[in-house]
């Protein structure tokens, strides 16, 4: 049958949920958004939010206002609109989120999502699963954001969706996508350090298919990664080079579709990124990378109760490292993987899903691994139903795991709509985490009788829209056993620690009086509950208070009566924290401060400036490694 998002409706989720099979392929096209989701152009920014249409959290399209899962959506028009200049930059202002940083734009980046550990959070580009198997982490550096036309972030389990890694929660970049109208956009940069930026792309549709390209490029001199005390013991870097650290990247990506007249429609999507890296280190001071992600997929209606998409994916993160220009090593991984997806709408507001993934990881370069090879397969299913003012949720995963045998994950959430304009949630959600290449089976490091973590997870949430602001509170608590740690008794990682975390996030965002107002605070409790010596300590690089807020104003044309102008800064603290599970290394509570101002000077053409780091903060995310000081970025932009 026709894959026709109109035909045999059941309600308001049959449009949502029919829009969804996109997710395991890529990004729901511009098009599709904007078919399932209601005018928002005159209803203001706080609306704008609970109209977006999100599918990572359950793998089905529902706007964020009915979901139940706690979702961040930074848009385009966001990371334009604050001149957002980097993807770990874009995370940042998620509540929940804390990053470290090993030294400026290119060094390593980690994600701690809820107090979880930064292999805890699944990374998806375009619905394929990303990220090196031998360290477990996705590197954020490796693409641009020019590349990016929004990114979602689920905070929480999805495990029982997803598998193994979505302990914390999922990261989704969904990169441009084909338009309806014909459209480009180019920009060109300069700023502090000698860094040049620049990036092009267009996308649209001609007989019948749709484009999307976009290509860029970044260099930067940097400034020196490491600090002084680098050279004491368990410094950062173990190495004095006093020097600027480097970085460069080049990359592309490019999207097509089409629909046959059977009603089938195919898409692909593919990323191909190049890195030079320059850091501080003993072993190597230098890497060269390519990383590079396939996603194809067939969705096709069968029949009118019935959606199904195939998609298949395939990731490689592959490194050169050197010292002093001579060849060290390489570390190459490669990510296979199937799904198959089938959403079932029995009954007006129901939504049944049933799914199976299947992937294989593969390890190889100059270092011997035991094992250099892994295959998992999931069976999932949920179902979702609405009656009256409730929404029930109820999840279920079982993973097949080559090396640790069958994990059975669950999932249930509850929803329920006191007034039209105040909701409260409620859920309970388990997940596991197998180990990594490296923990199992590095040289002189790995522990092959290291078992999955584990842990069970439960929030409750309000969300309300008050005077034209949305404003939203969750209180969560996660315990994670079998925690991998460093264990010096055995001088290799092993199941010895336990965590419990507990949290609360608050955040709200709307527009009053022209201004465009966001924020956020996150208290955080991350605490080691091993029973050893480190009992009852803070989780190392965790800040227990996180406070962000975003305000933009467009001020006219300041009586010039030539284009627009439009002002606007961020604010960011974060509390102390420590680098180590002793919590002997105090790292300093920091704030920083950004301004920036936009001139639109035609409406294709403009140009705008941003201050990072006003004051100058100096401070650490990670110990020993310096961060950016007080810089300033310069862009001439066109949009057609």
Not at 169 to 196: C, K, L, M, N
Not at 198 to 207: D, K, Y
Not at 442 to 448: E, I, V
Not at 469 to 479: I, K, M, V
Request: glycine letters at 12%.
């Amino acid at each position: 049958m026709n894959f026709d998002p109109t035909h045999g409706t059941s309600g308001r989720m049959r449009g949502l949920g029919l829009a969804a099979v996109l997710v395991a392929a890529g990004a729901l096209p511009a098009a599709a958004q904007q078919s399932v989701a209601p005018a928002i152009a005159e209803r203001g920014a706080a609306a704008a939010l609970t109209d977006e249409v999100v599918i990572t959290a359950s793998r089905i399209a529902e706007t964020a206002d009915d979901t139940l899962a706690p979702v961040s959506v930074i848009t385009r028009d966001e990371i334009e609109r604050r001149q957002i200049r980097s993807v770990p930059e874009a995370l940042k202002r998620v509540p929940g989120l804390t990053l470290t940083n090993n030294g400026g734009q290119g060094k390593a980046t980690s994600v701690f999502l809820r107090g979880t550990e930064s292999d805890h959070v699944l990374v998806l580009i375009d619905g394929v699963k990303v990220g090196s198997a031998t360290l477990g982490t996705f590197n954020f550096e490796s693409l641009s954001i020019g590349d990016v036309e929004r990114i979602e972030v689920v905070r929480g389990p999805r495990s029982y969706l997803y598998g193994s890694e979505a302990l914390g929660g999922i990261i989704q970049i969904f990169t441009r996508q084909p338009t309806e109208a014909t459209r480009a956009h180019a920009s060109i940069g300069y700023g502090s350090d000698d860094t040049v930026e620049g990036q092009a792309g267009f996308s649209g549709r001609s007989n019948g298919v749709g484009f999307a390209a976009n290509t860029s490029y970044l260099r930067t001199d940097g400034f020196n990664s490491c600090g002084d005390g680098t050279t004491v013991p368990s410094g950062g870097c173990f190495a004095a080079e006093p020097d600027r650290d480097g970085f460069e990247r080049a990359g592309v990506t490019g999207s097509l579709d089409y629909v046959f007249a059977n009603g089938i429609k195919v898409e692909a999507n593919g990323l191909y990124t190049e890195t030079d890296n320059e850091y501080d280190g003993t072993i190597s001071n230098e890497s060269e990378g390519a990383n590079y992600v396939l996603g194809l997929s067939a969705l096709a209606s069968p029949a009118d109760v019935w959606d199904v998409t195939v998609a298949a994916g395939y990731t490689v993160d592959d490194t050169d490292n050197f010292l002093d220009g001579s060849y060290q090593s390489t570390f190459k991984t490669a990510r296979k993987s199937l799904s198959l997806q089938n959403d079932l709408y029995f009954l007006p507001d129901n939504i049944t899903t049933v799914g199976v993934d299947v992937q294989r990881d593969e390890v190889s370069g100059t270092t011997d691994y035991v094992e250099d090879s892994r295959d998992n397969g999931g069976l999932f299913a949920q179902h979702r139903t609405e009656f009256d003012r409730h929404t029930v949720q109820v999840s279920g995963r079982v993973d097949e795991n080559e090396q640790f045998g069958g994990y059975l994950t669950g999932g249930l959430a509850y929803g329920f709509r006191i007034t039209d304009a105040l909701r409260a949630t409620a859920s309970y959600g388990t997940a596991f985490k197998a180990p990594t290449f490296n923990e199992l089976y590095f040289p002189g490091f790995g522990n092959a009788d290291l078992e999955p973590e584990q842990s069970e997870s439960a929030e409750i949430g309000l969300a309300a829209t008050v005077g034209g602001f949305e404003l939203g509170a969750n209180l969560f608590h996660t315990e994670i056993d079998d925690l991998i740690a460093y264990d010096s008794a055995i001088q290799a990682p092993a199941n010895v620690d336990k965590a419990r975390i507990t949290g609360l996030e608050l955040l709200t965002s709307g527009e009053v009086s022209g201004f465009l107002i966001s924020a956020s605070a996150t208290f955080l409790d991350p605490r080691n509950a091993s029973g050893g010596t480190n009992d009852g300590n803070l989780l190392p690089r965790r800040a227990e208070q996180v406070y962000a807020l975003s305000v933009d104003r467009t001020v006219g044309d300041l009586g010039l009566g030539v284009g627009t102008f439009s002002l606007g800064g961020d604010l960011h603290y974060e509390s102390e924290r420590f680098d180590d599970l002793a919590n002997t290394r105090r790292l300093d509570a920091f704030t920083t401060v950004d301004v920036r101002a936009a001139w639109a000077a035609t409406e294709n053409w403009g140009v705008d400036l941003k201050l990072s780091n006003l004051f100058d903060e100096e401070y650490e995310t990670a110990s020993f490694y310096n961060q950016q000081g007080r810089a300033f970025f310069l862009r001439l932009t066109y949009r057609r």
